[in-house]
C-alpha cells in the first residue's frame, strides 16, 4: 500500500458543485499539505496543517477550505467549483522540519 | 521567502549526452534543497536532497547534484540521458528558519530524451 493515498484519482465535476478530495498517510508524519500543479507553473501551495488543530493557509487558499479529521487524514473542499479550479491535486506529508516530502499519486480535477 | 528558478520549461536531450538543469535559490537563511521527478500520471518522487552535509549530492537513477553558496545554485546533472529520463523535474527549497517551514518548488523542467 501507497505511504499517501489519495481519493479520488480522477474526478469530473459541474460547475457550482461541492467537491471533497480525501488524503490518508500511514508515514505517522505532523505535517501535511496540499498543492495543485498547473502545466508551467509548477506546485503552489493551497494549505498545510502540522497538526490536528493547525490549519494554514498557503498561497493561494482562496475557494479551498480543509479539514483535518485526525493525524492521518487531511481533506481539501471547493465549495462550489469553477473551471479554473481544474488543475492535479497533490497531498503530501512531512516527517521533521526541512526533511523531503512524500506524495501522493495526485487527483486529476476538471471542473465543466 | 524562499524561492526557486528553474529556466526553459522544456530540455530537450540526445540520448546518451548530458543532463543539465538549472536551479537558482533565493534565501536569507542556510537552505535545505531537494530535487523531486515526476512520471506520467505519478506523484512526485524524492532524486535527491542536500542538508548541508556535502556540497556533492548522488541520487537515485544515477543523477547528482551540486550546491554552490556563492552561486546560490543547485544544478542537476546526469553524464548519459536515457530515454527513461524523460519526466518532469522539480526543484524545491526549505528553510528551518522559518516558522512555517514551507517547501517552495520551482516551475519544473520537461525533460524529452531523443533517441
Known amino acids: 500500500d501507497a505511504d499517501v493515498t489519495q481519493t479520488p484519482r480522477n474526478r469530473i465535476t459541474k460547475t457550482g458543485k461541492r467537491i471533497m478530495l480525501e488524503c490518508s498517510q500511514t508515514k505517522g508524519h505532523d505535517r501535511m499539505y496540499w498543492y495543485r500543479q498547473d502545466p508551467g507553473l509548477g506546485l503552489r501551495l493551497i494549505y498545510y496543517?502540522?497538526?490536528?488543530?493547525?490549519?494554514n493557509k498557503g498561497e493561494i487558499s482562496d475557494g479551498y477550505s480543509v479539514s483535518r479529521q485526525a493525524q492521518a487524514k487531511f481533506s481539501l473542499s471547493l465549495e462550489s467549483a469553477i473551471p479554473n479550479q481544474t488543475a492535479l491535486y497533490f497531498c503530501?506529508?512531512?516527517?521533521?522540519?526541512?526533511?523531503?516530502?512524500?506524495f501522493g499519486q495526485g487527483t486529476r480535477l476538471t471542473v465543466v | 521567502a524562499q524561492s526557486v528558478t528553474q529556466l526553459g520549461s522544456h530540455v530537450s536531450v540526445s540520448e546518451g549526452a548530458l543532463v543539465l538543469l538549472r536551479c537558482n535559490y533565493s534565501s536569507s537563511v542556510p537552505p535545505y534543497l531537494f530535487w523531486y521527478v515526476q512520471y506520467p500520471n505519478q506523484g512526485l518522487q524524492l532524486l535527491l536532497k542536500y542538508t548541508s552535509a556535502a556540497t556533492l549530492v548522488k541520487g537515485i537513477n544515477g543523477f547528482e547534484a551540486e550546491f554552490k553558496k556563492s552561486e546560490t545554485s543547485f544544478h542537476l546533472t546526469k553524464p548519459s540521458a536515457h530515454m527513461s529520463d524523460a519526466a518532469e523535474y522539480f526543484c524545491a527549497v526549505s528553510s528551518s528558519y522559518y516558522g512555517n517551514n514551507r517547501l517552495a518548488f520551482g516551475k519544473g523542467n520537461q525533460v524529452v530524451v531523443i533517441p
Open positions: 503530501a506529508t512531512r516527517g521533521e522540519m526541512n526533511t523531503e516530502a512524500f
Open positions: 496543517s502540522f497538526d490536528v488543530k493547525d490549519i
